[in-house]
C-alpha cells in the first residue's frame, strides 16, 4: 500500500512541479499575500475534483469523444490569451508607476491611509468637554472573494493539460492498481497539497523582499510570457 501511496505522489510531483498557468496563479497571490489560502484551496479543490473523476474511470469517456478535447483546448487558448493580456497590462501600468489591474482588483496590496476621529470623554476635571482624537488607519485592499475563486477554479478545472494530465495518464495509472487505485489517487492529492502550500507559501515568504514596484514588472510580464507560451504550444501542437 505505501509503494502505490509513494508512486502517486512521485508521479503527480513529476506533472506538477513546473511553473505552468497555476503555479503562476499562486505564487503571484502568495506575492502580493493575497487570500492565499482561498487561492490555494480553490486550486486544490480544481486538482482533487479531476484527479477524482480519472480515478472513476472517467477519462475513457475522452478516448470516445475526441471533439471535447478539441473545444476544450481552444477554450484553453482563449483564456489563456486573456490571461496573458491582463499580466502584460499589470506590467506596463507598474512600469508607468501606477498600480496595475488584475481581475478589476490591485496587482499589488495597496494601502489606503484613513484618518479616524476618536471622542473622548474620560476628562479628569469636571467641565471639560469631550476630547477629539486623531487617528491614522491603513486598509489594505484585497481581491474579491468571487476573483480570486474564480480565476484559481478556472485555471485548475478548465485547463487542458489538467484534463489529459488527471483524467487520462493519472485515472489510467491509478486504474492499473485495481483496487488500490484509491490509495494512488490519495498519493496524488498529497502531493498537490504539497506543491500548492510551496508555492503560494514560498511567495507569501518572500513578499516583503520582493513586493516593490520594479519587482512586479518583472513578475507580471514573466507570467504574461508563461500564460503565452503555454496557449501557443496549445494552439500549434494540441494536447
Not at 475513457?60 to 490571461?83: K, M, N, S, T
Not at 473622548?120 to 475563486?149: C, M, N, Y
Not at 491509478?174 to 494512488?184: L, R
Request: glycine share 10%; with cysteine.
Amino acid at each position: 500500500m505505501l509503494t502505490v501511496l509513494l508512486t502517486g505522489f512521485l508521479t503527480t510531483m513529476a506533472l506538477v512541479v513546473a511553473i505552468g498557468p497555476q503555479s503562476a496563479f499562486l505564487l503571484r497571490q502568495g506575492l502580493r499575500r493575497d487570500r492565499v489560502l482561498l487561492a490555494i484551496a480553490c486550486c486544490l479543490a480544481g486538482d482533487l475534483l479531476l484527479i477524482a473523476l480519472g480515478t472513476a474511470g472517467v477519462g475513457v469517456i475522452l478516448d470516445h469523444a475526441p471533439w471535447l478535447l478539441e473545444v476544450l483546448r481552444w477554450f484553453g487558448v482563449a483564456y489563456l490569451l486573456w490571461f496573458a493580456a491582463r499580466s502584460f497590462r499589470s506590467a506596463w501600468e507598474h512600469r508607468r508607476g501606477m498600480r496595475g489591474n488584475f481581475d478589476g482588483e490591485s496587482s499589488t496590496p495597496v494601502t489606503e491611509t484613513l484618518q479616524v476621529v476618536m471622542t473622548s470623554s474620560d476628562s479628569p476635571e469636571p467641565g471639560h468637554g469631550s476630547t477629539a482624537l486623531a487617528q491614522q488607519v491603513q486598509v489594505t485592499k484585497v481581491s474579491k472573494i468571487s476573483t480570486v475563486a474564480t480565476t484559481a477554479l478556472t485555471l485548475s478545472i478548465l485547463n487542458p493539460h489538467a484534463w489529459v494530465d488527471c483524467l487520462v495518464l493519472l485515472g489510467t495509472m491509478a486504474n492499473s492498481f485495481g483496487e488500490m487505485k484509491w490509495i494512488f489517487a490519495a498519493g496524488a492529492v498529497v502531493a498537490c497539497v504539497v506543491w500548492h502550500a510551496v508555492v503560494g507559501g514560498g511567495g507569501s515568504a518572500l513578499a516583503s523582499l520582493l513586493n516593490k514596484p520594479r519587482t512586479w514588472v518583472v513578475i507580471d510580464a514573466a507570467v504574461g510570457f508563461i500564460m503565452l507560451g503555454v496557449a501557443t504550444l496549445l494552439a500549434l501542437n494540441g494536447l
